[in-house]
């Protein structure tokens, strides 16, 4: 064996040249053009210089290495003879690969049709090769492609950008200074996201300092632009275009939210003079070299993983987008269910958004170069729902996600999460104190440009969906919290001039005081006001404007909710417990209501064992109570939750999936009713009836959920 080793035939060396052209064409010019264009995937996986080097490496190099030990094997087996059927066969099955893919650019064909075209050009091809020297001779010429297609991914493709070392990051004019002799002050921008005006608001339109002191103290020191309106619900276009300054196009319809998509943005506007301190969620606006990559870094073998299956996509006989930048998560948002755009950054929407904020606040920092740009896009009171005001958190997720996956939630879940949601940004008010303070605790606060805003709102409104635009949502969804203290700023005021979110970046713009240099939709709003119209526009889907008129949306935004939904004028902060037509029943006890009695009732409870023994100052508290009755539901019935003598919660009953019986319930207690102690004891559940003129409860028993 050591012999024959020693005594490679010639023709097993020109087979490995032969396979490294062949691969080259069939496999590494496909995968390095199609993941070229889409710098994304590297971004959305956070692959350094080193691994994607190290994928190039592997694209170019292991297909034909792989075949050639094949064929190796095959000599050293059964002599030469076999190992040149070997060949042939690899070679046929080659050119059937690049026959496929160069008919599916270039013809109708597809499915079946496709791959017998296919089939008979590769066998052709291998017949042509196996009788005709000059094809070989074309083959081994060809073998330095696969080099050049390296290069070319490396330096001159989009994603070289990640590759090569860091360079002026715009083609286009550069901002200039409108005040050349004075310095520019720092930016710093919260970019808060699902956050309604109305949500802040009392009946008066004022911010309820009872409920949300931090931004009402905010206001009295900032400019409050309250008719500010946000540009679409869905984010990955949202944020863009308010970066940017402009509508979002039909061309950017399946733009991936970076700069392939908005080159132009407040990222690239600040580069050339601004110290750089982003944090990203869902986009990439950012230039890489100079903000780090958004999300967490994946290993390299699942980049390799993902770059095979976008292999099988390229190699598909059906029309199966190859868009490696497609790669990622389909958010669900309770709204409608067709694909709005790339997701590729929608894995980030794990991240523990606490702890964003704690690397935020530590970033702001006096010793900082300064300007600097001190930007966080927070997914705050954004869902996932699951926290207490204090910032503690409960079991949210013992509401399965099947009660509101669906186009439009029933009545019980939209005013349950609505609830939620307000308790989530009494503790988001906590989290900007944290921020406001970092910056006065380093001296910035006073000399910056300070903004805070959101991209969209949400709609809580019954037979709407909650993230798109519908015949009864605009007030929620497109009203937003918009606040700007500039630099030296320490009275606040309000402006109700019409303002929409292509206003941002002007705005910014002219206060720091910087020319844009590409052309802008929005109006700078810092002097008299310019925009004529008072309608106001979004949009559900890029390049297609919805129009609802202003000045009856705004006047719904500003009545608020914080004392006609959730009474917080009574309690305070303990009020966000009080919710809905029921909300004079928390709080009582259950013999106040009505009489106490009738037939037994019973109702499973979701996540059952996380109530055996609560601890109300523990770190997560159990106060969501999920469940379904065992049997039929009386009409109009309402479940009632007691804890501990007094009524914490109530709930209308909702069918958890299509077709099923409305006999679900899903209520929201307050964790400070609890005792320390075993938790079944304390809780005492009542379906509440209409019976005989008055109220009936009807005790029910409690059986552990699935």
């Known amino acids: ?15 490995l040249v032969e396979l490294v052209a062949l691969t080259g064409l069939a496999v590494a010019q496909p995968l390095l053009d199609v993941t070229g264009k889409a710098p994304d995937f590297f971004l959305l996986h956070r692959s350094d210089r080193a691994q994607i080097l190290l994928l190039v490496a592997l694209i170019v190099a292991a297909p034909p290495l792989g075949l050639w030990a094949v064929e190796v094997l095959a000599w050293l087996a059964a002599g030469e003879r076999a190992r040149r059927l070997v060949h042939l066969v690899m070679v046929t099955g080659l050119f059937c690969v690049l026959a496929l893919e160069v008919a599916k650019k270039l013809t109708g064909l597809r499915g079946r049709r496709l791959v017998l075209a296919a089939v008979l050009v590769g066998l052709g091809a291998g017949l042509v090769y196996a009788r005709w020297a000059p094809i070989r001779l074309w083959l081994r010429y060809l073998a330095p492609a696969p080099l050049v297609f390296a290069l070319v991914f490396a330096t001159l493709s989009p994603t070289a950008e990640l590759i090569l070392p860091a360079r002026s990051t715009s083609n286009t004019a550069v901002a200039v200074q409108t005040r050349p002799g004075r310095p520019l002050p720092p930016v710093v921008m919260v970019l808060f996201d699902e956050f309604p005006l109305q949500s802040l608001l009392d009946s008066s339109g004022r911010i309820d300092r009872r409920v949300y002191p931090n931004f009402a103290g905010f206001a009295d020191q900032s400019t409050w632009y309250r008719n500010a309106t946000g540009i ?34 407040l990222f690239t506007l600040l580069d050339r003079y601004y110290n750089l301190k982003v944090f990203e969620t869902v986009t990439q606006l950012c230039p890489p070299q100079r903000c780090g990559q958004t999300g967490t870094r994946s290993g390299f073998t699942t980049v390799a993983k993902q770059t095979a299956k976008l292999y099988r996509t390229i190699t598909s006989p059906q029309d199966t987008a190859a868009d490696a930048a497609s790669v990622g998560e389909n958010p669900d948002l309770g709204a409608d269910d067709t694909k709005k755009g790339p997701t590729a950054y929608f894995g980030n929407l794990a991240q523990d958004q606490v702890r964003r904020v704690d690397r935020f606040v530590d970033s702001i920092n006096a010793e900082d170069p300064q300007p600097t740009l001190y930007f966080l896009h927070l997914l705050l009171p954004h869902t996932p ?12 997720s013992s509401l399965p996600n099947a009660a509101v996956a669906r186009k439009v939630w029933p009545t019980p879940v939209q005013q349950l999460n609505q609830q939620r949601h307000l308790v989530q940004l009494a503790y988001t008010d906590k989290v900007m104190a944290r921020i406001l303070q970092r910056l006065k605790d380093q001296g910035l606060y006073d000399k910056s440009l300070v903004v805070m805003t959101a991209d969209h709102g ?61 052309k802008v939709d929005g109006l700078s709003q810092t002097g008299p006001s310019r925009r004529q119209t008072t309608d106001k526009t979004f949009y559900n889907h890029p390049g297609e404007p919805l129009h609802r008129p202003g000045p009856p949306n705004f006047t719904t935004a500003l009545h608020g909710v914080t004392d006609t939904l959730i009474r917080a004028h009574q309690h305070g902060e303990r009020g966000l417990w009080q919710y809905g037509s029921t909300a004079d029943w928390i709080y009582q006890p259950p013999a106040k209501l009505g009489r106490i009695g009738g037939s037994p009732v019973t109702a499973k409870v979701q996540d059952w064992d996380l109530f055996a023994r609560i601890d109300p100052k523990a770190p997560a508290v159990p106060t969501l109570v999920v469940g379904q009755l065992t049997g039929p539901a009386p009409p109009q019935a309402t479940m009632v939750v007691a804890v501990n003598g007094k009524v914490g919660a109530t709930s209308g009953l909702f069918p958890m999936q299509d077709g099923q019986p409305a006999n679900s319930f899903a209520a929201f207690v307050p964790d400070f009713l609890y005792h320390a102690g075993p938790g079944p004891p304390q809780l005492q559940l009542y379906l509440s009836t209409r019976a005989g003129g008055g109220t009936q409860l009807q005790p029910v028993t409690v059986a552990s959920g699935t």
């Not at 064996?1 to 087979?15: D, I, K, L, N």
């Not at 729902?385 to 949210?396: A, E, I």
């Not at 937003?480 to 005021?493: C, E, H, I, L, S």
Request: proline share 11%; no cysteine.
């Open 1 to 15: 064996m050591s012999e024959r080793v020693r005594r490679v035939p010639v023709g097993v060396w020109w087979a």
């Open 458 to 518: 949400d709609g809580f409104t019954p037979g709407n969906s909650s993230r798109g635009l519908g015949p009864g949502n605009a007030a929620q969804l497109m009203w937003v919290p918009a606040f700007v203290k500039a630099p030296g700023q320490t009275k606040g005021r309000i402006d109700d001039r019409n303002w929409e979110h292509v206003d941002l970046l002007p705005t910014i713009a002219d206060i720091v005081g910087l020319t844009i240099p590409w």
């Open 385 to 396: 729902w699951k926290y207490l005001p204090d910032g503690r958190v409960y079991n949210s």
């Open 232 to 265: 679409g619900g869905w984010t990955p276009f949202a944020v863009p275009s308010m970066l940017s300054g402009t509508w979002p196009t039909w061309g950017q319809r399946s733009s991936v939210p970076d700069r392939s998509g908005w080159p132009d943005n």
